[in-house]
Structure formats: structure tokens, C-alpha cells
């Protein structure tokens, strides 16, 4: 059954269609990579089948914890239904441990832990390499409103809380991430803020505690080699991929110490 309808866009990580009902949204990941603003691009067989089972897991957990979300249901080893959002053109980071931009920008040691989590959002616009902005930047504007932004704010934090917790229960140390919000319409003419998008290790920083292993997307960034390994291996601790196959687990294996 081809249940997709025109392509809407091209994204350098995914393709969207339009869904099969009105107001929804076939989004397709691809195998490809891309960073610094897409300067750096390979193809990486197995990537987006990842991308795609994992951001599953984490929206499905998610909307189970009463985030609003625009994700349906996983339709395909490739694809998810999503309703149709408005996107809010942010990038939305939350950060535990200095890593990346912000360590390079504030001169301070990656893997320092941050006197406290802190959200940063950068203006979604690939001409101008996404800058980062400050929240009156996005009130004065109107990239959101107040109202969106304080929901955003309150989303991001329970978020954070979750997922850290989430993480660290298999190991793993959620370092920064980076989350899109959108509008969702309805009928009679209410909006709310709803998560979009997605949370893979490609929107991720995953540290294994105990080793410090990257297990995101820094290992094509940095050329460090061994993703699809990687991205396999927080699946698998997700409890996303049994022994050998593709086969379905409930949820995550508590690592214990
Ligand atoms: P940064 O340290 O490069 O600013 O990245 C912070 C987090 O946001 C990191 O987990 C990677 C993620 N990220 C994206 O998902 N998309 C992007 O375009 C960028 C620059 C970062």
C-alpha cells in the first residue's frame, strides 16, 4: 500500500510527505549524514533505520509522560506518521555537560558538568548557519510567543529530567541535546506547542559513563569512525534490538553501579 502522498520537503536527514489523512505527515530518514551545515556529507547504510526506532521509543515514552508531541505511530523500518505542525523555526538545546559549541564559545573544558542545565536556542536558517539567540531575539521578532516560549521552557526541562534519568539507567550520560517544537491547529481553531522533529543520536550527545565512549553523532563529526556501532548499541541498551535480529523488546535493561 502506498500510503505516501507529494513530498513536501527535503531535509538533510529525512523527507517529508504528505500522510495518508489530511493533517498528517509521512517523515522518511535517511542514511545520510551531514554536519557543519551540511559542509560534511556521507552516506551511512543503517543510519536512519536507527534514527527512526530510537526517536520512536523516546517520542512514544515521551507522550506517555503527557509531552504533547506530533508523532502518530512508526509506519516502516523508515518512516513514521506525524500530524502536521507548524514548525516554531528554533532549535532548542539543553545542556547538562559542556561539549561542542558551547565549550568552544565559553572557553570551558569538554566533559565539565554545568553549574546547573542550561537551554540555548538557535534561529532555524541555513543561510545564516542557524546563529544562536537569545529569548528576546525571539519574542521581539515573533520566531514564538511569550506563551510558546514559556511552554517550550517548561517541555525542555521535563524533558531533560526524563531523558537523563532515562539514560543513565543504561549507562549512558545525556550530555546536550537539541529538541524542535511546532504548532499543532486544531479544528476550532486552538493552537498548542507540541514536540516535533525528533531525539536520536543524531540530536544527541551520549557518553557511555563508564568508558566516555561517544555514542552519537559526534563519531562522523569527529571522524572517529563506528556509528552505525554506536547508534546499534543505544538501541540495543534501550532494549530496542534483541540478540541477533531486529526483534522487538519491551523497554530498557537496568544497568546496575
Ligand atoms: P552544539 O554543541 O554543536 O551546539 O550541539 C548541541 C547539541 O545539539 C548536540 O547534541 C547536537 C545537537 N545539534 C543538532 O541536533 N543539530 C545541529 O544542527 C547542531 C549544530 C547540533
Redesign the pocket.
Known sequence: MNHKGRRLYEGKAKILYEGPEPGTLVVHFKDDATAFNGEKFEVIEGKGVLNNRISEFIFTRLGEMGIPTSFIKRLNMREQLHKRVEIIPL?V?VRNIA????AKRLGLKEGDPLPRSIIEYCYKNDELG?PLVAEEHITAFGWASPQELDDIVQYAIRINDYLSGLFAGVGIRLV???LEFGREYSPDGMVRTVLADEISP????LWDMKTGEKL??DRFRRDLGGLVDAYTEVARRLGLITGGGNGMRPGPKLVKG
Open positions: 532549535e538545546i561539549a561542542g559549541s558551547i542557524d546536550d541535546f537539541k543524531d540530536s544527541c550527545r552519537d553523532k
